[in-house]
């Protein structure tokens, strides 16, 4: 007997989207399962099944794929856009795999970012229970004070939920801003931004340097490289950093 898994974890591992998304797009009502409208999370399904995503069939990736970009400025961190802005897949040249980015970095957030076709992967490394760091480097308005630095280091309250400890020093003192260097597990929407503005320090530039172990290197700009089986098993380790 064939084995079944759901339908947003089968989505996942055909190179669609991240479970998360894929989630979405059940809800949304884009997806068939055999010709009819699925909009339940707890469907399963199997290869014997016919699976579409907006009227396109979709199958398992045969060949899993790992790339680190070194994102641009300009460049939103999805697979399309409503709005006709460039995705950072207009970066990766020569892939044939269907590749999507894992997790998101902001329009005008700059470095480190992973593209996979493996939604295991993708899962386990923006799940909050494996606290994969991520580190960032923040250029702030103003000087913050040692109050507001423990404020961000202790936590910030957000949407009504306090983040986790976060690890904030000092890396340059410019004449009008900061550069500062913080470290966190957690994927909120927007989080290091939404910090510094709580404690009245915007952030003017903002770049991820690091995801666990893995760092950008010599990777310029707009850049990318697949990452060694090595590096894959890293980030998918438990509390990497």
Sequence with gaps: MEDKIRLQKYMAQ???????????????????????????????????????????LIKKEKKLIYIMLNKPSGYVSTVSDPEGRKTVLDLIDGVNERIYPVGRLDYDTTGLIILTNDGDFAFESTHPGHETKKTYMAEVLGMPSNRAL????????????????????????????????????????????????????????????????????????????????????????????
Excluded at 201 to 229: C, F, I, M, N
């Design 14 to 56: 055909c190179g669609v989207a991240s479970r998360r998304h894929a989630e979405e797009l059940i809800k949304a009502g884009r997806v068939k399962v055999n010709g009819s409208i699925i909009t339940e999370m707890g469907t399963l399904v199997s290869e014997q099944d016919r699976v579409e995503v907006d009227g396109k």
């Design 150 to 241: 423990q404020s961000l280091r202790s936590g910030i309250m957000l949407d009504g939920k306090l983040t986790a400890p976060a690890r904030v020093e000092v890396v340059d003192i410019k004449p009008k801003s900061t550069v500062l260097k913080i470290i966190i597990h957690e994927g909120r929407n927007r989080q290091v931004k939404r910090m510094c503005e709580a404690v009245n320090h915007p952030v003017l530039r903002l770049k991820r340097t690091a995801v666990g172990r893995l760092t950008l290197g010599d990777l310029k700009p707009g850049e990318w490289r697949y990452l060694s089986l090595r590096e894959v098993k890293q980030i998918r380790g438990k509390k990497n950093g």
